[in-house]
């Protein structure tokens, strides 16, 4: 039996939501409001993005260090300030999911707002980014 394309082409498509109870965040959730952060699976688009981000990262850091090898520090203390890089990289993974949380929360969450919650509340974020992958993973619902 072959692939049926026009039959696939067809299937109603649905990205696949969930909300993952976050109760160590209740108090920026509205009083009546339970702790849930909703998210949903990426598209492929969404995640080759995700993946890109993460390559960048690692490219912006071989940039700056070749440029500011043959200089004094203050150049390349400005270099990673104009790029809002510090000495310590951001690992590849954590900007990735960092670009996951961005893409596929619902509402879409600022990349500020990611960064923050990475940094502050580290199991969260990845409880939350987990969940992400999980539900890119296992693809949109496509009425079979």
Do not use: Y
């Not at 939501?17 to 702790?35: C, Q, R, S």
């Not at 990262?57 to 090898?69: D, H, L, N, Y």
């Amino acid at each position: 039996m072959s692939f049926d394309i026009e039959k696939f082409d067809a299937a109603q498509v649905t990205i696949v939501t969930k909300k993952i109870p976050v109760p160590e965040l209740k108090a920026f959730f509205g009083e009546d409001e339970k702790a849930e952060w909703e998210v949903r699976g990426m598209t492929g688009t969404e995640l080759f993005i995700a993946n890109e981000a993460a390559s960048v990262a690692s490219k912006t850091k071989v940039i700056i260090e070749a440029i500011a090898s043959g200089t004094d520090a203050g150049l390349k203390k400005g270099l990673n300030t104009f790029l809002n890089k510090n000495d310590q990289m951001t690992p590849e993974e954590l900007v990735r999911r960092h670009k996951m949380l961005e893409l596929a929360s619902i509402p879409p969450c600022s990349e500020n707002v990611c960064v923050k919650l990475a940094h502050n509340k580290p199991t969260t974020f990845t409880k939350i980014t987990n969940e992400i992958i999980k539900l890119t993973g296992d693809g949109a619902d496509l009425g079979e």
